[in-house]
Structures are given as C-alpha cells and as structure tokens.
C-alpha cells in the first residue's frame, strides 16, 4: 500500500510539473523591449527639481507621456486615469511608480502652470518641460512626437501622442503601452490593460 501511494504520489508531481511547463505563460500586449533601451543623454526642466537628465530616472518605474496643460480631452484623461490606478501599480513592486506629463506646449507651459497642474493629481506626478531645440529630440528619441505651432499662435492645439512609455529603474526605454483608436472617442491607453502589463513586467525585472 505504501509503495503504490509513493507511486501515485510521484506520478501526481511529475503530471504537476509537466502541466506547468506546458501551461502558456500570461504575456504583456506591451511593445516590451528586451533588452531595454537606453535613453540619450538629455537636460530639461522638472516640477520636482530645477533640471533633470537620465539619472532623475533611476531607482524608480516612470511611466512618460506628452501632453500639456490647455490640452481638452487625452491629457486630463490620461492624468486622472493614471491616478486612478497608482495603488494597483505600486502594488506590483517595491519600487517607487512616478508618472512624468513632458509638456509639448513649452510657450504656455511654464514651470509654475505645470507644477499646479501634475499637483492635482498627487505627488507621484511630475512635470516636465523644455524649449523645443532640447525637448523634441527628447520626445522623438523615446518613440513619441508633436506638432509645432506656428509662430506668433496664442489659441491653438498641439497634435502628440497618446502612447505612454515605461522606463525601467535602471532608466532605460523598457515598454510602450499603445493607444486604442475607438471611432468616435479619444485615443486612449486601456488603463487595466496597462496595470496587468506592468505587473508582468515589474515582475520579470
């Protein structure tokens, strides 16, 4: 009796294993880049210190995306629904989270607006920003882009994307999370869709 229950045992741990490696593993719908991409060297402005560069991202996950202040309807969106899932993300990991809002409207968006803007939404907000010689390499170098207003404009829009990208604690280019284009709404990041990736991803760190 003892014998054939060893042996039933063992067969159960062996069929265990076996169904774990057969299992499909849950992947990230992200763009994750492996191995992660360093980001050019690069000096702007920050409402969290007077300058920032490449070593302001280390030792933390940032999630970076362009928007500005005057922006109607992704900006704010994307704001509120990052706040929405903070805890959800810090929960992933025992790393800091900060989101980064890169102004893409430096005419208007000086660091005072920014800082009362990125504060609403909680202190794990940052602004960034930068005069577009320094500030468009930037945006481009991380997958994302802008328009430029015309000179002399006061009431306008700027077109950028809606994409959020992820960098790493090591501040590399690590992940970019995709708008959905639904006919009729605002190109938006599926937020819960985000928060599974991370977590897949924190995880693999």
Not at 19 to 32: C, D, G, M, N, S
Request: hydrophobic share 45%.
């Amino acid at each position: 009796m003892r014998i054939l229950l060893a042996i039933a045992a063992a067969i159960a741990i062996i069929a265990g294993v076996a169904v774990q490696q057969l299992w499909p593993k849950a992947e990230p719908k992200a763009l994750v880049y492996d191995p992660a991409r360093a980001i050019p060297e690069f000096s702007l402005e920050s409402t969290a210190a007077t300058s920032v560069g490449t070593e302001a991202l280390v030792g933390q996950w940032t999630l970076l995306f362009t928007g500005y202040t005057y922006c109607p309807d992704i900006c704010p969106t994307t704001m509120a629904d990052l706040r929405r899932i903070m805890p959800t993300l810090s929960a992933s990991t025992d790393v800091p989270v900060k989101v980064w809002m890169i102004s893409v409207d430096p005419p208007r968006d000086d660091i005072e607006r920014l800082t009362q803007y990125t504060g609403f939404f909680g202190p794990e907000f940052v602004g960034v920003r930068g005069e577009h010689p320094q500030l468009y390499p930037f945006v481009t170098n991380l997958g994302l882009m802008y328009s430029v207003p015309d000179e002399g404009a006061t009431d306008y829009l700027v077109n950028h994307s809606a994409a959020i990208i992820l960098v790493n604690p090591a501040g590399h280019l690590q992940a970019i999370f995709k708008a959905e284009h639904v006919p009729g709404k605002i190109p938006t990041v599926n937020m819960d869709q985000l928060a599974a990736d991370f977590a897949l991803i924190a995880d693999a760190y």
